[in-house]
């Protein structure tokens, strides 16, 4: 069925059910219902029908088969990565993006008022992470804008990385990668994101990661001079972390900064501030992102804090020409001074994402956002001090933004890491199969809590929704404590 003047009605009701089912479904406490085991999960490996089914039908076969083992992230009891993406101006700007059918490759035609709109959303992510942002007047290109609008953060990296190689090798984008053993990047040990590695192969410069040695989660800066001394000359650039994807740690942006122009100016500063770039929109909070107007270049992602559906991230650059350096122009589509297809590598036709992101910014205000990122820091370190003071517990991490990182200890040696992980892996598989709670769980190298460098596998709390309350966080505690001996007794 195709919308159209006869049917509008019976589509309107129709998309008034899917609604009903979406809001019933982030209703439920629980974070999983079901789980799908592979047997169950290649029965919805179908053919297609050879007749067309009717809506109804298919939206019964997908609340009966499908929807029962969808992870609700918007459950207060989620409590782990990503965000719950349930602003009500989010999804509103979510719903309008599908209906409206812009695409943000070109302005004149394909979105004539939706590349300003877009604009608009990056001059403010600029604002917030400290960047100078040109008044509206002086925009007359779309390199102006200062930033593009991605599908991901490993896209906003990859094109980090692509920026940082076409600066260090002016014109490869056209010769190709000449030397790559000059394509070095380094990176803070055991806490670089995935992203970064696979960027450099997908950009021909081979695997040349350079891992400078970390204190409490962010560079040893000693080191950080160091790996610099040794590879001068074959650095192209060096990442840094507003909240890495384990720990959520901000790194010391300044120093960085003056360590590495000192050692090399011509090397390109890049942060993955995909979750720290939040602190930004707190006044008690954003001082932790001093230096941070310094790099050449942010990724951040409004998916992951501002609860914001997936997906939107967005790589922002300190000088708007630099992104010249990549540009792309075809009279097939994008020959005019504001398409934003020039400036988007790797990606054409693209949706109204930021749509999203505008409703849920105006929907809360300059206020609004503040008191949501703090809100989120103080549950977190509301966390932090009740575990601190429960003897079963040691944390791992100090709380930079929302998260805290804690491993269940009661009746375990300390010099035993090994049953010390056991007991916390196992912890986590029964709480995952419950589907009561979530928690994430990853490995992550001991900054000296227990044993300085041993490979950990703690409990990682992040809070992701505005309904999560402490009374949320004290029924966990006890979960995850029961959880613990219940393991620990067998």
Known sequence: MIINHHNQKKARDYFRKIIDVGIKF??????????????????????????????EKIL????????????????????????????VAAIGGGLLSDMLQQ???????????????????????????GYSTAPASKIKEISDAGGIITPGGTSSNAIGMLLARENKFPGTMTTGVADPTRCGVIIPKGIGHYSIKSSQMWLGCGH???????????????????????????????????????????????????????????????????????????????????????????????????????VISALLVRKPSSIKSVISVSDLIMQEPMAFGQITPF??????????????????????????????????????????????????????????????????????????????????????????FHLHQFSIPDSGKIKTGETLYPQRFMCGNPNTTRADILAMIEYVRGLGNIVIAK
């Open 208 to 310: 040349r990661l350079i891992e400078a040695e970390t204190n409490n989660f962010r560079y040893d800066l000693n080191d950080l001079k160091k790996k610099l001394k040794e590879h001068k000359g074959k650095v192209m650039a060096v990442v840094a972390y507003a909240g890495d994807s384990r720990t959520m740690t901000v790194d010391n942006f300044s120093a960085v900064a003056k360590i590495v122009r000192a050692a090399d100016p011509t090397i390109w500063l890049h942060a993955d501030a995909c979750h720290g770039f939040s602190l930004g929109m707190s006044k008690k909070l954003k001082y932790k992102l001093k230096g941070l107007e310094l790099f050449d270049s942010i990724t951040i992602d409004p998916h992951k804090v501002l609860c914001t559906p997936y």
């Open 60 to 87: 019964k076969e997908f609340q009966k088969e499908v929807l029962p083992y969808c992870t609700n992230f918007s459950s207060q009891n989620f409590m782990g990565f990503p965000d719950a993406g349930n602003s």
């Open 26 to 55: 982030k209703m439920q406490d629980h974070v999983t219902t079901r789980h799908i085991p592979m047997s169950e999960g290649k029965k919805l490996l179908t053919e297609l029908p050879q007749n067309g089914e009717s809506l």
């Open 347 to 436: 990606l054409g036709s693209r949706s109204w994402n930021s749509l999203k992101l505008w409703f849920m910014m105006k929907n809360l205000g300059r206020r609004g956002l503040d008191k949501l990122i703090e809100s989120r820091h103080q549950l977190a370190v509301y966390l932090k001090q009740r575990l601190d003071k429960d003897p079963d517990f040691i944390v791992l991490n100090e709380v930079e933004i929302n998260s805290v990182m804690f491993l269940f200890v009661k009746g375990i040696d300390l010099k035993d890491i090994s049953r010390l992980n056991e007991v916390n892996k196992k912890i986590h598989e029964i709480l995952i199969r419950d589907g009561k």
């Open 103 to 129: 695409n943000l490759i070109n302005q004149s035609f394909c979105a004539p008022s939706a590349t300003f709109i877009e604009i608009a959303v990056i001059r403010w992510l600029r604002q917030i992470v």
